[in-house]
């Protein structure tokens, strides 16, 4: 157990739809990404924040968008749904002071869209 | 941008043996951070191994060590004594130092499915 948790750990939606997925880091970890996992991208980067504020941003689409809150979990937002949306969401943790740089994963979520 | 090659998509090896997995990286940084994940039939990421790039000494961890060969931009990761806990995709990644302007975010290899053979 990584100690990063996710929910849902499945999600099945229609196109058109909007879900959120939510993340929770490790225990004094101050920032959070993500990930998406498909077979036709492989493991892509989408977004990190760092103790509340958006540092990165890397192949994530307009209609997705995140958050992290003060108590620094995060969730993801997708909206109007694709079929080639389905993919398996990670979200990873790690502290990012001084020279601590692990990355610790969720158990992801899978959201299915038909 | 940093890219991470890994050209071997499987790889097979018999319990008790030892297996190498490739990987090479592309990079204009001195200073930078790589990885060795494991992704079981769970689906979980798991760290298996670290290196920082100012360290000459190539990382350990039980049956699991690295040969990193800076020059070449070359990550591979040696797996002793296979068990067959140890079928998994692998996928190496690389990290830029810390608080650089690009995050800190992994770029990930398009992995090598292991498999362990009795």
């Known amino acids: 157990d990584s100690g990063v948790t996710q929910t849902p750990k499945h999600l099945i939606t229609a196109t058109g739809q909007r879900v959120t997925l939510r993340c929770s880091p490790r225990?004094?970890?101050?920032?959070v990404y993500w990930y998406q996992q498909s077979l036709d991208q492989g493991l892509q980067f989408l977004i990190q924040?760092?103790?509340?504020?958006?540092?990165a941003k890397g192949n994530i689409l307009e209609r997705f968008s995140a958050q992290q809150f003060p108590d620094l979990h995060s969730e993801l937002n997708l909206s109007s749904l694709e079929l080639g949306d389905s993919a398996l969401y990670f979200c990873?943790?790690?502290?990012?002071?001084?020279?601590?740089?692990?990355?610790?994963f969720g158990p992801g979520t899978r959201l299915t869209v038909t | 941008a940093q890219t991470v090659t890994q050209s071997q998509p499987e790889m097979s090896v018999q319990e008790a043996e030892t297996v190498t997995l490739s990987c090479t990286y592309d990079?204009?940084?001195?200073?930078?951070?790589l990885f060795w994940y494991k992704q079981p039939p769970s689906r979980q990421m798991i760290l298996v191994i670290r290196?920082?790039?100012?360290?000459?000494q190539n990382a350990t961890e039980n049956r699991f060590s690295v040969n990193f060969q800076k020059a070449a931009k070359s990550f591979s990761l040696k797996i002793s004594d296979s068990q067959l806990g140890d079928a998994a995709m692998y996928f190496c990644?690389?990290?830029?130092?810390?608080?650089?302007?690009?995050?800190?975010?992994?770029?990930f290899g398009t992995g090598t499915q292991l498999k362990v053979e009795l």
């Open positions: 924040y760092y103790n509340g504020e958006e540092r």
């Open positions: 225990s004094g970890d101050l920032s």
């Open positions: 990644a690389y990290r830029s130092p810390i608080l650089t302007g690009g995050g800190n975010k992994l770029t």
């Open positions: 990873a943790s790690s502290v990012d002071l001084g020279r601590s740089y692990e990355q610790y």
């Open positions: 990079t204009s940084e001195s200073d930078y951070y």
């Open positions: 290196q920082e790039a100012y360290k000459q």
